[in-house]
């Protein structure tokens, strides 16, 4: 798909037009919820950026189980780098079958890690097409950073990102991009995702003489009166948690 067919696509009037509003919509993330006033604001789209290891994408997987199994909603979880039977393996070991929610037809699993071959104007059309088809209203890229390499140019992946963005919106899909910031660096992404998209959330690792010790905060987030202070995370069996740092 072209970008200028992507930007008409986002127009098209038979598209609801959903705006976001104080409809919430539960993360399943423990501890995260009571931070953001009960959830993520319906049809929004955030990032959550941070370090391998950070516990991004198992909190991701955490926000797509959660709608599926308690909410009954169609979700989608596009990966440019994890292969569908490391994530499901990963994800069984903490209490998430995604193949059975798979079988209902409440999960889709698109693996796109070859989109170089494949061409960025194809991936974009079945990611759309696949994500239309089902009414995802959760879904996981894994990550933009990923699928933003696959462009020639910074500003081609802006003008699909604006346009991905009103899009999901459009069909009330509440969506989460993932975005890797390496190790002991404090740029985010290609520098301008953040001001496309209604929130971030920075998972962040730090070592120390200690160990390594992880934390979160929310840097921002429309429309809604968030925690601003930092957040310890906790990596269990039970997935990702967070708890505010007692100040």
């Known amino acids: 798909m072209r970008f200028q067919e992507m930007t008409q696509l986002a127009r098209r009037r038979d ?25 993520l604001p319906r049809a929004c789209m955030i990032i959550l950026a941070g370090s391998p290891g950070s516990g991004k994408t198992i909190a991701s997987a955490q926000f797509l189980h959660y709608g599926a199994t308690v909410f009954s909603e169609s979700c989608v979880y596009v990966s440019f780098s994890e292969r569908k039977d490391v994530f499901v393996k ?68 802006r003008v ?10 459009q069909t009330g899909c509440t969506t989460i991009l993932l975005v890797e910031v390496p190790t002991g660096s404090s740029s985010l992404g290609l520098g301008f995702e953040e001001f496309v998209v209604d929130g ?18 929310i840097r921002k987030l429309r429309g809604t009166d968030h925690y601003q202070n930092y957040s310890k995370i906790v990596i269990s069996e039970q ?7 007692v100040t």
């Open 200 to 217: 971030l959330i920075v998972f962040e690792t730090i070592e120390d003489e200690v160990g390594i010790k992880k934390r979160a905060i």
């Open 90 to 157: 990963n994800m069984k070991r903490l209490g998430m079958n995604f193949n059975e929610l798979e079988k209902k037809g409440k999960f889709k699993f698109l693996d796109f890690a070859t989109t170089k071959e494949t061409g960025i104007s194809s991936t974009l059309e079945i990611l759309l097409k696949e994500t239309l088809s089902v009414k995802a209203k959760r879904l996981v890229v894994d990550s933009f950073t990923a699928m933003a390499t696959a462009f020639e140019k910074k500003i081609e992946a």
């Open 239 to 245: 997935g990702v948690s967070l708890t505010p740092y």
């Open 15 to 39: 598209i609801v037009h959903i705006e976001i509003s104080d409809d919430r919509v539960p993360t399943g993330i423990k501890g995260l919820d009571e931070l953001i006033e009960g959830g």
């Open 160 to 169: 699909v990102l604006h346009a991905f963005e009103k899009l999901m919106r």
